[in-house]
T-cell receptor, first 113, second 113 residues
Framework: EPEVTQTPSHQVTQMGQEVILRCVPI?????FYWYRQILGQKVEFLVS????????KSEIFDDQFSVERPDGSNFTLKIRSTKLEDSAMYFC???????????FGDGTRLSIL | GNSVTQMEGPVTLSEEAFLTINCTYT??????LFWYVQYPGEGLQLLLK?????DKGSNKGFEATYRKETTSFHLEKGSVQVSDSAVYFCALNGETNAGKSTFGDGTTLTVKP
């Protein structure tokens, strides 16, 4: 079965540094999402992306965050200047159509020091 | 907005016990409903889904029925195994939004031999 692939699996970064989290979606999927899960807490929506633009974003997704599909395949999440509170698991999810289940990657654990 | 309320955990059961994890939702229209499972240190895996009222999703011995009248999607399994120990998330995709998933808080299940 096709999978969503996320890299790296674990990223350790100094506060204030930029990080880029990468996701390779399932090839025929049209909708892309980023979620985060702070340790022991619920999964929170960050942003959705369709047709090469942001469809919706949450209040968490402030000016420090950005997403893009730079080469039409990878889907990236960039955090410009990381803060301690950005430490979390970040999940990419992709979806063929908007009422179908989302397929999640295994996540990137981001640790900000 | 959309919301999902899950039974609070943690839940501890003996092997072969009956499992119920309650989930109720608030959404406009006819959302699609899902259960995801997260094993320790791993990402989210779709466990089962239901896309319309009275649908029953089932997988690996787990079942959940989409009840429009009670806005519920309770997860059940007749006989749990130690390997079912994980965190279970109820989620919905709204009918009218860009397809983002709204998650419940998650319920931690521990099954003891």
């Amino acid at each position: 079965e096709p999978e969503v692939t996320q890299t790296p699996s674990h990223q350790v970064t100094q506060m204030g540094q930029e990080v880029i989290l990468r996701c390779v979606p399932i090839s025929n999927h049209l909708y892309f999402y980023w979620y985060r899960q702070i340790l022991g807490q619920k999964v929170e929506f960050l942003v959705s992306f369709y047709n090469n633009e942001i469809s919706e974003k949450s209040e968490i997704f402030d000016d420090q965050f950005s997403v893009e599909r730079p080469d039409g395949s990878n889907f990236t999440l960039k955090i410009r200047s990381t803060k301690l509170e950005d430490s979390a698991m970040y999940f990419c999810a992709t979806q063929y159509y908007s009422n179908q289940p989302q397929h999640f990657g295994d996540g990137t654990r981001l640790s900000i020091l | 907005g959309n919301s999902v309320t899950q039974m609070e955990g943690p839940v501890t059961l003996s092997e072969e016990a009956f499992l119920t994890i309650n989930c109720t939702y608030t959404a406009t229209g006819y959302p699609s409903l899902f259960w995801y499972v997260q094993y320790p240190g791993e990402g989210l895996q779709l466990l089962l889904k239901a896309t319309k009222a009275d649908d029953k999703g089932s997988n690996k011995g787990f079942e959940a029925t989409y009840r429009k009248e009670t806005t519920s999607f309770h997860l059940e399994k007749g006989s749990v195994q130690v390997s079912d120990s994980a965190v279970y998330f109820c989620a919905l995709n709204g009918e009218t939004n860009a397809g983002k998933s709204t998650f419940g808080d998650g319920t931690t299940l521990t099954v003891k031999p």
